[in-house]
């Protein structure tokens, strides 16, 4: 039995690979896949490829892509979800933020340096056409310390999943003001290079696995009802989440990878380039 370890949000996304655990479908190919919920998203995630906490990761095609271009010795095996990631901007209920422009020169609460929640505030402020020098961030770890920082006002706005955080905009804790869907599909699979090298085979088989399950997620019975009940969400958010979201079994082309590092490029979240071959790898 060959021991996998890999590391994703817990997020509705996930859910297939949870249940191809659970059903023995990784067992059944002789691999032991240990699946670790990293609730402080793509920036720990890269640290834990770079550090060999983890040897995959489903991250956020953003996150990674800069961190691979800044040395993570890691590579895109395959887009896992090419639809966008639709990012909800919140802020506190009691707030006096009515829409995102009050926001300009306000304080973002973000999980950590390099994470989806940074990289994407300032995909929204080149979109509201504000100057991305001035954004300031407070680092809040997870979604738990995102509630603490608005509600206190040590930080003004978060960007978050739209669907993930709508049980707190249900709650009367966060309202959301906008949205801002990402450029670009929203998540990868990345294996760490040394990993990749010694067992091609075996991430090959992973990956047959879960397209499997992911070809035909939205045709499991009930399974709107069973992620409405595993993440608390309302069964009819669930049904759009499901019409929004596309699954991918491709990896990421060139043409849309040269898209998606010239866009990061130009938002001076990265200020080198990576090339294609150093960054995504055909099984």
């Given amino acids: 039995m060959k021991t996998v370890k890999i590391a994703g949000v817990p997020e509705h996304f996930n859910l297939p690979w949870q249940l191809c655990i659970e059903n023995g479908e990784f067992e059944a190919e002789n691999i032991d896949l240990q699946w670790t919920d990293i609730p402080e998203g793509t920036g720990k995630m890269c640290q834990m490829l770079r550090d060999g906490e983890t040897d995959i990761a489903v991250i956020l095609t953003e996150g990674i892509v800069k961190d691979i271009a800044a040395g993570n010795p890691s590579k895109i095996v395959q887009i896992y979800v090419q639809s966008p990631l639709i990012w909800g901007i919140h802020v506190a209920e009691k707030s006096d933020f009515q829409t995102v422009k009050d926001l300009k020169n306000k304080k973002a609460a973000i999980s950590r340096l390099g994470s989806g929640s940074q990289l994407m505030a300032y995909v929204n402020a080149n979109e509201q056409g504000w100057k991305t020098d001035d954004l ?12 603490e920082a608005l509600t ?14 709508k049980p707190l905009v249900d709650k009367g804790i966060f309202r959301r003001v906008g949205d801002c869907p990402t450029p670009w599909p929203s998540f990868v699979i990345a294996v760490r290079d040394e990993f990749l090298k010694k067992n091609s085979k075996t991430v090959e088989k992973i990956l047959e ?3 499997n399950t992911t070809h035909d997620f939205v045709q499991i019975p009930n399974i709107d009802k069973t992620l409405a009940s595993l993440f608390n ?8 989440w499901l019409k929004l979201t ?10 849309a990878f040269i898209k998606v590092q010239n866009q990061l490029f130009d938002l001076g979240i990265i200020d080198k380039k990576s090339t294609f071959v150093e960054t995504v790898k055909a099984l």
């Fill in 152 to 165: 206190n006002g040590t930080a003004d706005y978060f960007m978050w999943e739209r669907f993930m955080t």
């Fill in 246 to 255: 596309q699954w991918s079994q491709k990896n990421l082309t060139e043409k």
């Fill in 136 to 147: 300031e961030f407070e680092i809040i770890n997870t979604i738990d310390g995102a509630v």
């Fill in 209 to 211: 696995v879960i397209n």
């Fill in 233 to 240: 969400q309302k069964v009819e958010d669930i049904q759009e």
